[in-house]
């Protein structure tokens, strides 16, 4: 079964090679957003998860595209 703690281990894996000492504290926020979200999930908590997720997600080198990600497919839109 897929979790958000699997999820961030594998984005840190994918990401070791351009995240910095500098990103450190938004991946340790990431971290304890995704232990969270694996015991009780909450729209605010989601929501919360998907900005630093971008956000490190955004310090990747070449092109990034607003198109949307897997994460736009947990988020409910109205």
Same mark, same amino acid.
């Given at each position: 079964?897929?979790?958000?703690?699997?999820a961030?281990?594998?984005?840190?894996?994918?990401?070791?090679?351009?995240?910095?000492?500098e990103?450190?504290?938004?991946?340790?926020?990431? &971290?304890?957003?995704?232990?969270?979200?694996?015991?009780?999930?909450?729209?605010?908590?989601?929501?919360?998860?998907?900005?630093?997720?971008?956000?490190?997600?955004?310090?990747?080198?070449? &092109?990034?595209? &607003?198109?949307?990600?897997?994460l736009?497919?947990?988020?409910?839109?109205?």
């Amino acid at each position: 079964m897929a979790t958000f703690k699997y999820a961030v281990r594998k984005f840190k894996t994918e990401a070791k090679s351009w995240l910095t000492d500098e990103d450190f504290p938004a991946l340790i926020a990431l &971290e304890n957003m995704a232990k969270a979200l694996d015991e009780k999930m909450t729209p605010a908590l989601l929501s919360q998860y998907g900005l630093a997720y971008r956000s490190l997600l955004k310090r990747k080198p070449g &092109e990034v595209t &607003e198109d949307g990600d897997e994460l736009d497919d947990l988020i409910p839109t109205s």
